[in-house]
């Protein structure tokens, strides 16, 4: 089994790494794409890999980008990116980052465009508003061009603003104009309308899906999960959020919090809503990973 999108990178999980790892293992994970998301965690990314590089049989891959939400005004991170001239310095030495561990970072990302934070926020203002959104496009622009210069594959995250479509909409658009039609990857935890579903896929994306699926007001998602064919699926936990409904519910849990072994439930969760074998989940997910990372 594998994980398209975890992040081992967060802080407070760096002692839990070697637990989740051997967990992983124990239900039969084999590989995993560790994401990070801003400057440090992109850095820490690339440590874990060197430390943990093929731990209990487990092969750690490296995803490095900067996350759409870096460039939100009430992102509560230490570095607050507010002004272009600050991202355009952030995305420089960014790249140079890649530029540097090119052999040790298999996708670029996360990045992509987040609606939902910014365009639903009643405490920004109208230009707050426009010069985020423009700030995310600029950003995601740069990540779909360094995929293309180093072919490397795509994390994307792509977040609605409520009833809308336009994020999606950029998203596509900026895949095509920059990706050239040649950039491919994932696009991760997808909630946006299922109109979309065939042209994410006819760009060469696979659309990957969590323990929201699990959810009980997830219809949408699992909507979504009915159209996309299993060849494009991947699963991932984008743990340590997004745990379960399991988990999430199970007060005795040695953790509340995903981890990469929840791609279990998330494969027996696809199996029951597609009507098709666990094992073929696995097998199937597994080689659609392959193909992607
Ligand atoms: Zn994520």
Not at 12 to 31: H, R
Request: charged share 25%.
């Amino acid at each position: 089994m594998t994980d398209s999108h975890t992040h081992l990178v967060e802080p407070q999980l760096n002692d839990e790494i070697p637990t989740f790892l051997k967990n992983f293992k124990d239900i039969g994970g084999t590989s995993l794409l560790n994401v990070g998301y801003d400057h440090e965690t992109n850095l820490q990314a690339l440590k874990i890999a060197s430390e943990f590089h093929y731990f209990e049989g487990i092969t750690i891959k490296t995803a490095i980008g900067i996350h759409p939400e870096s460039f939100n005004p009430n992102n509560m991170n230490s570095r607050r990116i507010t002004s272009f001239d600050s991202m355009r310095k952030l995305l420089i030495e960014y790249e140079k980052i890649l530029e540097r561990n090119s052999n040790s970072v298999s996708a670029i990302g996360e990045t992509g465009l987040d609606y939902f934070r910014i365009l639903d926020d009643p405490e920004l203002s109208l230009e707050q508003k426009q010069t985020t959104i423009q700030m995310q496009k600029e950003s995601f622009r740069r990540h779909v061009e360094l995929a293309l210069k180093y072919e490397k594959p795509l994390t994307i995250h792509t977040r609605e603003q409520t009833g809308g479509n336009k994020c999606i909409e950029d998203t596509l658009e900026i895949l095509c104009q920059s990706g050239k039609g040649v950039v491919r990857g994932s696009l991760h935890s997808y909630t946006g309308d299922h109109q979309y579903v065939e042209r994410i896929l006819s760009l060469g994306f696979k659309i990957g899906f969590n323990g929201i699926i699990t959810y009980k007001n997830a219809d949408n998602v699992r909507e979504i999960l009915a159209k996309v064919p299993i060849e494009e699926i991947l699963l991932e936990t984008d743990a340590p959020y997004l745990p379960p409904q399991q988990i999430r519910s199970n007060k005795k849990a040695q953790f509340n919090h995903g981890q990469p072994s929840d791609v279990l439930y998330i494969a027996e969760a696809i199996a029951q809503t597609k009507g098709i074998p666990f094992d073929e989940v696995v097998e199937v997910t597994t080689e659609n990973y392959n193909l992607t990372f």
